[in-house]
């Protein structure tokens, strides 16, 4: 069964990102918002984990969090959506995760 794991919280104030990364299967999809987007900043450890991860998970962003936080250099991995597109991905897995 797949699942989308929603990550919105800083990933240098808690273990959030961490645990999630540890716990994804094959085909999963991870989605990062709000401060979770800090994730991508170049040069970090939060970063290279992400570009680590199989290419059979997913990685998306939210591009309007992204530009609040002027980051631009993304992996190229990377998928950026919008409001309506997030919400078309959430019914393409069978399980949605929030990591509040």
Known sequence: M???HLLSHSPFSDS???SCLRLLNLRDGVLLSGDA???LQAGT???QALELLP???GLYALEEDLHARA???LPA???CLDYP???ELTLRYAKVNSWL
């Open 71 to 73: 980051i631009r250099d």
């Open 77 to 79: 991995r990377v998928r």
């Open 55 to 57: 290419d059979a998970i």
């Open 85 to 87: 597109a997030f919400v």
């Open 45 to 47: 450890a939060q970063r």
């Open 16 to 18: 959030r990102l961490t």
């Open 2 to 4: 797949t699942t989308l």
């Open 37 to 39: 987007v800090y994730a």
